[in-house]
């Protein structure tokens, strides 16, 4: 029996992880699976900032080895939902300026767990990974802790885990947030991918 792979989004305190198989993964101004309740805004004025989400592999079944875990999408998220990347809307995920920049979530397997509750104002904006006061302690003191997601392709991956496993695991984390300006197309937005990739031995 060959592995599964399954993604797994994490909320609340102290950190339930919720299966995304058969789900639409949505972005929104709330640390819980939404639904359709409280979706991202437009400001008035400046930008505002989903909640974070944090999102990690889960690998079962039977393999030797999994290592090297990347992410990538296909470089059109902030035009294919109308973001205006030029002027600071988009989607970004969380960066180190050194090794892995996934977000260790397990102490036995990641030596830390530096899992951290989105916060901000429930249906209206979100505190951004970067914030200096409320943004992700793990990232937000980095020179650069952030990049925008669309710079992430499949010739430039994200490397979020070097791994290796040889059991069933839990990867690092990987931390999304999706930024609006007042130039943002307001609405529903058609499904998009963000592709994880591993190398399996």
């Known amino acids: 029996m060959a592995e599964t792979a399954t993604i797994y989004r994490i909320y609340g305190n102290p950190g339930v992880k919720s299966s995304l198989a058969g789900k639409v993964g949505r972005f929104c101004t709330q640390d819980a699976e939404p639904g359709l309740n409280n979706p991202c805004k437009i400001p008035p004025t400046g930008t505002y900032n989903s909640f974070r989400v944090t999102d990690c592999l889960g690998i079962t079944g039977d393999f030797n080895q999994v290592r090297e875990i990347y992410i990538h999408g296909d470089g059109n998220f902030a035009d294919d939902w109308g973001l205006d990347s030029a002027n600071g809307g988009g989607l970004f995920i969380g960066h180190k300026g050194t090794g892995d920049n996934g977000l260790p979530i397990d102490v036995t397997l990641h030596g830390s767990n530096q899992y951290a509750v ?84």
């Open 118 to 201: 989105a916060t901000g104002t429930i249906g209206t904006n979100g505190h951004s990974i970067e914030d200096p006061t409320n943004g992700h302690p793990y990232y937000r003191g980095e020179s650069t802790p952030t990049l925008d997601f669309d710079d992430c392709t499949a010739d430039s991956p994200h490397l979020i885990d070097s791994g290796p496993y040889t059991d069933d695991f839990y990867s690092k984390a990987w931390v999304f947030c999706l930024k609006t300006v007042p130039t943002s197309v307001y609405g529903a937005k058609s499904p998009k991918a963000a592709i994880v990739t591993y190398n399996i031995f």
